[in-house]
């Protein structure tokens, strides 16, 4: 059984049905249970989250989070999170004791191939595994967070969390007491936290199943990446995806996104309750104008498209929709 932990609020429900609908399609050969976790899920939302888990004969337990408990902590006003992104520091006290391990998804990711290797990973003496983040060897980030830049920063996208550890070694408690005490050290939220307090705990996993955006990028010089096994990884990565991460700021169900993957994302979104969602404007006002200024620039060849920055996808996008077109899956519109 692979156990999935979600933490998402009623904001983000058609992204957490577009991820569940990815992982359960090309994971249908192995048992899953997906643990959701929301401050005040409504009852429709829950529902529609069901329906998908029955077509695909998986199961979905939903668990409610106090967020009183994190009213608190640091998010700016032009953050692309909510305070939903805390709730995963939590994990260990809001599962239940008999689940020894979890495999954390933030839910703007999709899973485009077999989890079952990931989750065998061996994590018994490790607080969790992870994958190094675009930015894994910044000094900056080990100046600020007290440790030495020769250590990796990870990103908390995707998280195999040893529950037990986290439990024995008192990791909720000491992660909040650091966001608590230094929400000024907290820029990138709990991912920054659990930086601090695991670092030299994490066993690193590779770059496959959590494919950031950076990762795509033709050139990776400019990152600041000193192992070269990372660099390397980093490199050939988009050659076999399991995990796709769209982290940054501009999501597929944004107009402005120009992600090499986000046609995959609307892929798996048209198999979902949510096919017929238009897409949304992530600008406003300057930004929004700045954009559509870029935009004509480009339809006139005075500026080159932004996709350019990135490696070429085609043949992974035609190989990954030829592969799962023909499953049936859940259309329902109630």
Known sequence: ?????????????????????????TN???AISIHAISGNLSDKNQQLLI???????????????DIKKIKSFPIGPKDHVSLAAYYRVFLPEILPNKLHKILYADCDTLVVDSLEELWHTDITNYSMAAIPDAYCNDSIKANRLGYSATENYYNSGILLINLDWWRSHNVTKNTTTFIITNPQLCLLHDQDALNSVLHGTIKALSAVYNIQDNFLLKDISSLP????????DIIS?????????FNGPLKPWTIECYHPYRELWLFFQSKTFWRNTQKTHAYKNIELYRWYRRKI??????????TEMYKNVSNKLNYFTARYFHLDTMTSHN
């Open 1 to 25: 059984m692979i156990d999935i932990a979600l933490c998402f609020d009623n904001n983000f429900v058609m992204q957490a049905g577009v991820f569940m609908t990815s992982l359960l399609m």
């Open 237 to 245: 990565c988009n050659e076999s995806p399991c995990i796709i991460h």
């Open 297 to 306: 620039l480009e339809f006139l060849h005075i500026l080159k498209p932004k």
């Open 28 to 30: 249908n050969a192995s």
């Open 51 to 65: 329906n998908i888990t029955q077509q695909f004969h998986s199961h979905i337990f939903f668990y409610k989070f």
């Open 225 to 232: 990446i000193k192992n070269t096994y990372i660099y390397n």
